[in-house]
């Protein structure tokens, strides 16, 4: 169960010059799939199903909360940056090339959707669509994609701190980019927790012995022929980085043959030449 | 470019029994978001866009292409399980519960939209969305999105594996389980080249001492007051996993105080009583 | 900024008989158009971007917050009807039309995709879009959504009520139908507090006198031709409900011409055929 | 059974001075959640599907009806403001800051992918999805989703009608918000034709006495502590505005447990870590 | 602007004996990619944004306004068919292998969501999104994309007619398919207006001596090596079937070389090792 | 099974001058409903699913396999437009309304979710769905949807072709136009090899004398009433395309009547009214 702090922010939000192009890209931070609505469910769906030692579970509560407060504090940010906006058309604007870029370059929807208000949409404008909220049932593969969304997370709000020269969104940012580099490291940590890379290959609960052995540690190359250099990395000999096997680089060859699914059924809508009698 | 081999397998798909409910759960594994489609245009996004060493855009580009191998086997598999399917209703189809519980459990448009092949949805029918193309340009990222979708890969081959008693496909199956081994190793060997966990926090080109460093490295804990415990673990104390701060743990509270955004400008499409004169 | 109670629940969630099958349809109810995420969401939106009088966005948050705990009931739900689902085919599965009813019924990637837990998706696999967080910014406007989505999401909590005969999910469910019912009229309330039904037509911040008035209180009829029967009604004649005018009926006419868009342009991409040199 | 007029148009377009900027924020109107191809499918799967009194199903249908014209004279006017659209590019235009922020601000598919002419999106080109044709078959809450999305339908027209300074724009816009006066006077006449607000909770035909009647009225409050102000309104004391309780304040408490699903099935793709064996 | 007949049907619907799993599959024919929603919306689109020859116009908006009709008949025929599904779950209906099949194969939603009546979705239950709206404004694209569409079509009310043993729904699709039988006629005819094969290459209004005359009627082969034989067809030698150029068949060989992106800039998000100093 | 060239590209791609907008609408040809994704994939689930004489599969793998490498050049160009985009924000920029246009009519996610590369999504940001990937299993459909895929693509290169004036990117395009010509023609090609338009009304086997034979070649007009001129064209009368039928042109007139649904059900969630006891 949920409370709320009657609408005070986690951190200041505070706009010194409003700008409606700044507050369309910051919508990506808001609905973009790096974006806190996504990682605020995320962690919430990982908790609520969560099975095994609890502490998982109630670590991922406490970092969900805090990203809800992350969703107020960008769409408290995107409202104060259409504070300005244009609502209106005159004669003059039809003139300014200033004012119709910053026309044709607003998110169209801040004036003709919401009154000047945040929405859980991308910097495109596209909704956030829920099937970005991973949440596999298995620890270790659920607290690497936290790492992943925390990682490009952190790579948006470093592009936003570029995108603009406003000293209070500057300052709001620091505090969420530094937020992303706990949360990289926290999940990195509890990654660690339940065995870090030698817990690979994931879902270490299926026994290796039941996969085809022969190709398990095999870094395949597909380059048409010996003219196509292969690539040599970490990758592609040693110890595996599980611990479990050790790294061989070989040229992929078919294994099957060319599928022949035959002839069509005759009631299958198919065409007469698809179907033998 | 690419190239093909006249449509040889990769590794041979057969079927001994078909089954359409396995069909329909095999979809999954093309168009979920844990499917091949999506591994496969992943790494290639990621190729075609890579900066810096080219050895990563020439690994990418090799496992790339070997997963549109894997779309070309499993859609193989699916139209193989639809052999046999119910293509037509008859007085007996109608009285008999497991020719219903079959008709009922199956893919519709495995009858009604494809002849009895494969689409490119997952198993509820969903079809795949490009927006799940991670492919961020920081290379660190990309690698780590790649370990979570081959670990996500490995636990979705793993319970189809559980799912069929058929020995064709437990056959196909080791084979992708193994595969998912290799790879979900060979992005962690790739993440390792470009520093590992040292690398983070991910983008390491940005100066950290530009974050607000007051809380980059506190474990936040949002209960709301001091009967909800704290749990612990490797996040909440000792030297941070990137081993460049040390985690504390601290209750948050309210940096920035409620947000006042005043009253509604007045032709902003919001109700007279929202707007002031 | 937000707090959780370590997750405690809001309301018991017990499961006396865990149903697969109820597991699929529950899903509607966290990320179906009228589920827990929808309402979440959309309350939390409408009060980060309110204007004028500061009680409804305070009112707003309180029931956001108490959604966020209803998703958490009801994906705790979902989990706990997973229990005992089929993990494993074997051949007695095969051959029982019981258990292949219950494997074709279920939500395939409950078993495939999260180990037995709950998706921000709908009954049908549909992962929830967030287009449907209605939050217009018109207070009146958005008071309604909310008793409509309230009405919708009373419709479906009943009929999973008379869809389960499990005593542990009627319990909760009798909980969430009378929050449903409480929501109702706490939004009609706060549509009344800003005029109800006097205040249309929405936006009343907008002149009457600028509309075209020849059209605005009239029933436009549009049977092709004197044999179609006119449904009348309230709104067929008589005062009109927003007191500020007379309902009329009449027969739509054409007020404007066939439009004629001319030949395309030279290089626009149309064939020869459509463009007049 | 659907029939037209050869295409003469609902109310006159025209369009003095061609707008492709404003062809764009259009969009909106017809291809948006607020638009006017929702409004057309709606009442029309609204009616397809009604049971009970006839008069509801026959009055769903003319509005339907007349929604459908609505669509064809937006797509006149977008296609209007698209004349004279750059079809090509020379060193002008990339020289003219003017020409620039207007092919910025354009919808980049108006000249890419329909020669000039509208598509059924919205003004940020996402497609308009049937998800949004809200039909629950409950007279009294399709009423309700009706007044909302003319509220809604209403606010964008207005906004629009800020936006451009076009005679013929104007007027057309002036019809349309004229028809969503009546339209959200219709609809609210149609709710009070099935009880309006006495009618609620919505379904009525569910007996309140099944759900818990201890929550049923009661306005909770999730401030975390007593320190935040409770939000005092007509929701929060008094008769409930459906006449059938009295409304009451309470602070929300947590009536469950912290759940625990125990650990994961050994076959379920958790890790070992998460199953006890 | 359009018009209706008070609802009476172009066709009559009836239902001898209701299925709900029919009721599933009969949602393909409303919202599925091969749907009545689609054309209808299609050529309205097309005809709403038509340029040139204006009997092109007139005829896409006869035949978009008899499609209205079938999403009509369609949807009568669903709700018809769910007629009796089950709206309480009982002992006996938990014990039962045939309810059971029933219960899990409907459409979740038509007992959760509409009261028993039909939804703008796919047989899969996902929302008809307008993006399959195709409308080039190339009217012989056009013509063709409406073959297309009316040709998948006739496949699908194949299959579904072949899916049920219920006279009224038989006698329904005779019909329907009759009907997508005039209209592949019908949108061959009029491709065969502008040309038919020899307008091709669509659009005819670009120059060809404007392409790369080096490959223009070239059947390019990937086969990675001389073991994979060609494709032999009338695609690979002869009179192209535009009459404009001669088919030959040629191995592709890459024209560009490997691209260098370089090194990442700075500030753009990439990991220090992507930059060069 | 594919394979690659080490990246070398099927044709060279060079840009003279980056220009970020133009990579915006470049999006449209990788990610839009007419771009490479698109007939990449729906000629290789053409080719997985066919069933049926050989080489039609044979010929759709070669030239999907081609698609893919035309991804790859236009990720290449889109990541080069984007050489020099703007990626910080400082005085100058605010001040200069050719930067803010640039800005502006970016694609936002390519400076902040790319690192300046291209993603698979439209020119509108929508990303790719593959709902668009048409596979019907029948041939005939398909090489018919596959010629109307090419005509859009080649339509959406001519008018890329026009919207530029960069030398590099101008050759690139007539390559890319060339291909299409090429396509259309092979796609019309192999639909004549199964009968072109005798072929009609696919699917062939269905005998036509099970459709409704009254109005299986009636061209159906829907005017209100005799006042709606009556579009003549080759399709109102003579010999059908398919050479089975005569086309004639009629009136459409209602052969059924309004239908009643009756009463709701009393648990199905409808309100008390339309309930009868």
Redesign the interface.
């Known amino acids: 169960?949920?409370?709320?702090?009657?609408?005070?922010?986690?951190?200041?939000?505070k706009v010194d010059k409003p700008d409606p192009?700044f507050a369309?890209?910051l919508q990506?931070a808001i609905?973009?799939?790096?974006g806190e609505?996504r990682v605020a469910?995320q962690y919430?769906?990982q908790?609520?199903?969560?099975?095994?030692?609890?502490?998982f579970?109630?670590?991922l509560?406490?970092?969900g909360?805090?990203e809800?407060?992350h969703?107020?504090?960008l769409?408290?940010a995107v409202?104060?940056n259409l504070e300005g906006a244009p609502?209106?058309?005159?004669?003059a604007a039809?003139a300014d090339?200033?004012l119709?870029?910053?026309?044709?370059?607003?998110?169209?929807?801040h004036?003709?959707?919401?009154?000047?208000?945040?929405?859980?949409?991308?910097?495109?404008?596209?909704?956030?669509?829920?099937?970005?909220?991973?949440?596999?049932?298995?620890?270790?593969?659920d607290m690497?994609?936290n790492?992943?969304a925390e990682?490009?997370g952190?790579?948006?709000a470093?592009?936003?701190?570029?995108?603009?020269?406003d000293y209070g969104m500057k300052d709001m940012l620091?505090?969420l980019?530094?937020?992303?580099?706990?949360h990289?490291?926290?999940w990195?940590?509890?990654w660690?927790?339940?065995?870090g890379?030698e817990?690979?290959?994931?879902?270490?609960?299926?026994p290796?012995s039941?996969?085809?052995?022969?190709?398990?540690?095999?870094?395949?190359?597909?380059?048409?022929?010996n003219?196509?250099?292969v690539?040599?990395?970490?990758?592609s000999s040693g110890k595996?980085?599980?611990g479990k096997?050790t790294?061989t680089t070989e040229p992929?060859t078919?294994?099957?043959?060319?599928?022949?699914?035959?002839?069509?059924?005759?009631?299958?809508?198919?065409?007469?030449?698809?179907?033998k009698e």
Not at 3 to 10: A, E, N, P, R, V
Not at 100 to 109: D, N, R, S, V, Y
Not at 116 to 140: K, L, Q, T, W
Not at 158 to 165: A, C, E, F, G
Request: glycine content about 10%.
């Open positions: 169960m949920f409370y709320h702090d009657g609408g005070k922010l986690q951190y200041e939000v192009i369309k890209q990506q609905g973009g799939i790096q609505i469910l919430m769906f908790a609520f199903g969560a099975r095994g030692p609890s502490k579970r109630d670590m509560l406490e970092t909360t805090e809800l407060g969703i107020e504090m769409a408290t409202a104060m609502l209106e058309k005159d004669a039809d090339p200033m119709k870029a910053i026309l044709g370059g607003m998110e169209p929807q004036i003709l959707s919401t009154c000047a208000a945040a929405m859980p949409v991308d910097s495109d404008g596209v909704p956030f669509n829920c099937s970005h909220v991973y949440a596999s049932g298995n620890i270790a593969a690497l994609a790492v992943m990682s490009t952190r790579i948006l470093v592009r936003l701190y570029h995108m603009t020269n620091k505090f980019i530094a937020r992303d580099t706990m990289q490291n926290q990195l940590a509890a660690e927790e339940v065995g890379k817990a690979h290959p994931i879902p270490n609960s299926f290796q039941e996969e085809n052995e022969d190709v398990n540690y095999t870094f395949f190359t597909l380059g048409k022929d003219t196509v250099p690539p040599k990395g970490r990758w595996s980085v599980d096997g790294f992929m078919p294994h099957g043959k060319k599928p022949d699914l035959g002839y069509a059924k005759p009631k299958s809508g198919a065409q007469s030449e698809q179907i």
